[in-house]
């Protein structure tokens, strides 16, 4: 007889089954089993969501020539080597199979090819901060090259084998594996805390007195950096303290591959959002049309705010039939203006139509670029 104290999992099992408690006692870890199964399919849903959400971002980048760049590159790793960390896990924990060690394979290079590409966004962001200080990114390409090396040691010592069909999941069985398996998340915290160190170090030229829009960009990508960092010391704490091949690590390892994910690719749209409004504040185009980057859905949706337009200066007057110098009232060009203001009356300055008391008629100044065009008041 169930009762309430029996889990969730042995009781499913038995009601499935119709056997009893000691044919059940012969497979142990139901429950870690069934929540390992649940962490690995959450984990390939999620992955799944974002890889379709970034699709037109994606695709916004196959028809630019931006690809003599490495960030472009990164992107692309990260974003299917996503699939391919938690792909393979389903295998291992919830689907039956033969090929176990293939499974267990893939995943691994999986993870190596996320891990690798979220670092390497980073370290490009970090750099356009310090305006590529080589002191910089000397340092986080050391700490970048000791983290690859960490990871890829650590890949090659996972193990998996198949054994007896369980009654849920999949009958493959991770092997124990080394002792130093928190390494390569140590490896990564260290990297990532640099990183964060050196943003915060930049936080005083981000002001939003300053630059609104710079504000936000610097602010989106500390977010980023931040959620990145406490991922890597997260798993680095259960590493080293839950055995090495249990469940738990094996569920924490497919959740911490989809922040990695899901941070890291933002983190690109909010490299490629700087990098544009730099170029377009210093009329320097690396990208070719790269206003078409932005996606009104993402972090690139800021744009650059339209600019206020100055009290006009004591020399600035209207009075009827006077010509105004732009100049002077601080639209910044030499062309002028004639408005013409009737104490009993609104006139248009080009037809002289007459407008209805208390409006105000707006039209583009013809002489100012499109894109930046501002608005011309005519005054009663």
């Not at 984990?43 to 971002?57: G, K, M, N, R, S």
């Not at 003599?68 to 790793?77: D, E, G």
Request: net charge positive; aromatic share 8%; charged share 15%.
């Amino acid at each position: 007889m169930i009762t309430s104290s029996t889990p969730l999992s042995r009781a499913i099992a038995l009601g499935s089954s119709g056997i009893d408690e000691v044919a059940l006692d012969s497979f142990p870890d139901v429950d870690a089993q069934l929540g390992f199964a649940i962490s690995a399919c959450v984990a390939l849903a999620i992955v799944l969501w974002e890889y379709v959400t970034f699709l037109p971002d994606e695709i916004r980048l196959y028809r630019k020539s931006i690809w003599t760049t490495i960030p472009p590159y990164a992107f692309l790793t990260l974003r299917y080597g996503g699939i391919l960390a938690t792909f393979p896990v389903v295998f291992l924990s919830a689907i039956k199979t033969n090929n176990c060690q293939v499974a267990a394979s893939l995943s691994q290079a999986g993870v190596v090819l996320v891990v690798v590409s979220s670092a390497m966004i980073f370290t490009f962001r970090t750099s356009l901060f310090w305006a590529d200080n080589r002191m910089i990114r000397g340092t986080l390409v050391v700490l970048f090259v000791i983290m690859m090396g960490c990871w890829t040691a650590l890949a090659t010592q996972y193990r998996a084998t198949p054994g007896p069909t369980p009654l849920f999941g999949s009958n493959c069985h991770v092997l124990p594996t080394v002792s130093w398996l928190p390494l390569g998340n140590a490896s990564s915290a260290l990297f990532f805390i640099t990183t964060l160190i050196f943003t915060l170090l930049k936080i005083h030229y981000h002001d939003r007195r300053e630059s609104l829009v710079v504000h936000h960009i610097y602010k989106a990508n500390l977010v980023y950096l931040l959620g990145t960092t406490v991922t890597a010391v997260s798993v680095l704490v259960i590493k080293s303290l839950a055995p090495p091949s249990s469940a738990l690590v094996l569920s924490t390892r497919c959740l911490a591959t989809v922040f990695t994910v899901a941070f890291g690719t933002r983190a690109f749209r909010n490299f490629v959002l700087a990098t544009v409004y730099e170029a377009d504040c210093d009329h320097a185009h690396p990208y070719p049309s790269s206003s078409q980057l932005i996606s009104h859905a993402s972090d690139m949706r800021f744009a650059l705010p339209p600019p206020a337009r100055p009290p006009p200066s004591p020399e600035c007057h209207i009075s009827k039939r006077k010509t105004i110098t732009n100049e002077n009232c601080g639209l910044g060009t030499s062309k002028h203006i004639r408005l013409v203001t009737s104490p009993d009356r609104k006139l248009n300055a080009s037809s002289d139509r007459e407008l209805p008391r208390g409006r105000i008629r707006r039209t583009p100044c013809a002489h100012i670029p499109q894109g930046q065009r501002k608005l011309v008041r005519q005054i009663h």
